[in-house]
């Protein structure tokens, strides 16, 4: 943890923390939908738009994670490289217009 200054250490438990929510929202996904097939095999119709509705919530909070966990860890990667570039004295231009 060397390489860590306390601005990216607070990111890194941040993501952390949103990942492990993911993983919960994940188990729950999973737990329901298999609740969902076995209701619509079972011909139970009862109880499945509300299983319905819990699926695509715990979908809709997996992907909204993920995505804050990437967002993350893209941050995270540039200030480490942004880091980095200013310990071997190299200048750091920001050019957001520009696509390679």
Known sequence: MG????????LDIRKENIAENARKHTIEYHNGLIKLLEAKVNGNTEGILKLSEAVNDNLSKVIS????VIEISFDIAKKTL????????LKIEENTNERV
């Open 3 to 10: 390489n860590y200054n306390k601005e990216i250490l607070e």
């Open 65 to 68: 994670l993920n995505n804050a």
């Open 82 to 89: 942004s880091k980095a570039f200013l310990s071997a004295g």
